[in-house]
């Protein structure tokens, strides 16, 4: 039986939070147990895609009125609000036997774990195998558009994932891949404060295409320890591991630190 580390992380900054998902995937060793981390915010932060645009459409200023920090994600994809939601990421090997393929065999995979979750809860979690969206009417809200591999909940999207894949070449020796998965599953309706970052989305359309664990009566009926607990143990039985529960070390942390000047808050300003 395999073993997985699992680090359930105190509330943390932004900063902090992108910070850690780089030093986990920097850390990937071909030796090294995949780990999967559980974290929360200190307060409700916006993450940006990597390569996403900056434009009217995203109201920066009012994020800061909000008191909400704004970060750059290391993954590509749409802005997410979080401080509503489950957080999760997992790093690990490409080549490891239990994530043998490309990026999307490593969202199917990862993706049973997770249906597995949602039908403890009682829902009818549909994997959408490929995505048809062809209009995109909310050019940065995340969770308006699923893609590939991604859950449904009565047809509409209730968690979001996104990932980076890292190449390093030692001497002599195959090129080896490790690849770092992040995401969210809505835990309560944050749609109204989206409204007010993005003032051009549309409530109708949000409301037609997110769901929450809120939204589908499942919470505050099971608290959000008990979504955690059951979370952890789906994915165990699901993939058949043994966790290993080990939190930061001194080492990594220092790490953290040092990686935390690559992901300030932006400043409008700056923008």
Not at 11 to 24: E, K
Not at 74 to 83: D, E, I, S, Y
């Amino acid at each position: 039986m395999r073993t997985w580390r699992l680090i359930k992380d105190i509330p943390r900054s932004g900063s902090f939070n992108m910070a850690a998902d780089q030093v986990l995937l920097d850390k990937c060793r071909d030796d090294a147990d995949p780990v999967f981390r559980l974290y929360d915010w200190e307060c409700p932060t916006l993450s940006l895609g990597k390569n996403e645009k900056i434009d009217s459409l995203i109201d920066l200023q009012e994020c800061q009125n909000l008191s909400i920090p704004v970060v750059r994600r290391m993954t590509g994809g749409k802005a997410v609000l979080h401080g509503f939601d489950l957080t999760y990421s997992l790093a690990a090997g490409v080549l490891d036997s239990q994530f043998p393929g490309g990026i999307l065999d490593n969202y199917q995979f990862l993706a049973r774990g997770f249906k597995h979750f949602f039908q403890k809860l009682g829902l009818n979690p549909v994997l959408l195998k490929k995505s048809h969206q062809k209009e995109k009417t909310e050019p940065h809200i995340c969770f308006s558009e699923p893609s590939s591999y991604e859950i449904l909940v009565e047809g509409r999207k209730i968690i979001g994932s996104a990932q980076r894949v890292r190449i390093t070449r030692g001497k002599n020796s195959q090129p080896k891949r490790f690849f770092l998965q992040h995401g969210s599953i809505l835990l309560k309706d944050s749609i109204p404060l989206i409204l007010r970052i993005f003032p051009y989305a549309h409530e109708k359309v949000l409301r037609r295409k997110i769901h929450s664990l809120q939204s589908v009566g499942i919470y505050p009926k099971y608290s959000k320890k008990e979504l955690i607990s059951l979370l952890i143990e789906s994915l165990r039985k699901t993939f058949e591991i043994e966790w290993n529960n080990r939190n930061w070390n001194a080492k990594e942390l220092n790490s953290i630190a040092d990686c935390e000047k690559a992901y300030q808050p932006l400043e409008v300003q700056h923008v």
